[in-house]
Antibody, heavy 124, light 105 residues
């Protein structure tokens, strides 16, 4: 079964740090680009970061650039999001989502597999 | 950053056709994607590459994309289709629309 399982969400104080993980199974993880997408309470989906299959291409949304770092370990079939200098507005459910296979260009595939999400609450 | 605009809400009677629009600059030159999200659940891809349905998505879901507007159409809408729907496209990176709440009443 193709599956993504996020973990690492927690309650953290403003200015704090947190590391999210996403464990992939059931598909060749190293062949796919990946995204982190978040959803604040009662709000819509917000894309925040992308990493190509080999980690040679990385993008960030303006809202997190300089504070968050995406990475992956293909040997461990895992995706990560290091979040520093957290703010109240980072409170959200964070999803990892599979993107395009390495044989297709960005934008040619949708995000066809999503995890169940992990909740991050930033509050004092 | 690339902006995609959706109506906040759409209402439809059971059995009727629901259409949800998504507008963006030259969106027709890009692939449009649509996701369905029900309360408490993760998003599900329902349309990819403008008009294709992933395996397991009912035939009543269809899509089109031309000019500056992509449209998700649900024919014979059922109560189970009540959900939030998001469009998505790639510019220099992925972008989502603000979402449309579909109410079946």
């Amino acid at each position: 079964e193709v599956q993504l399982v996020e973990s690492g969400g927690d309650l953290v104080q403003p200015g704090g740090s947190l590391r999210l993980s996403c464990a992939a199974s059931g598909f060749p993880f190293s062949s796919y680009s990946m995204n982190w997408v978040r959803q604040a309470p009662g709000k819509g989906l917000e894309w925040i970061s992308y990493i190509s299959h080999s980690a040679t291409t990385i993008y960030y949304a303006d809202s997190v650039r300089g504070r968050f770092t995406i990475s992956r370990d293909n040997a461990k079939n895992s995706l990560y999001l290091q979040m520093n200098s957290l703010r109240d507005e980072d409170t959200a459910v964070y999803y990892c989502a599979r993107d395009h296979r390495w044989t297709t260009p960005p934008g040619d595939d949708g995000m066809d597999v999503w995890g169940q999400g992990t909740t991050v609450v930033v509050s004092s | 950053s690339y902006e995609l605009t959706q109506p906040p809400s759409v209402s439809v009677s059971p059995g009727q056709t629901a259409s949800i629009a998504c507008s963006g600059d030259k969106l027709g030159n890009k692939f449009a994607y649509w996701y369905q999200q029900k309360p408490g659940q993760s998003p599900v891809l329902v349309i990819y590459q403008d008009d294709k349905r992933p395996s397991g998505i009912p035939e009543r879901f269809s899509g089109s994309n031309s000019g500056n507007t992509a449209t998700l159409t649900i024919s014979g809408t059922q109560a189970v289709d009540e959900a939030d729907y998001y469009c998505q496209a790639w510019d220099s990176n992925p972008a989502f629309g603000g979402g449309t709440r579909l109410t079946v009443l």
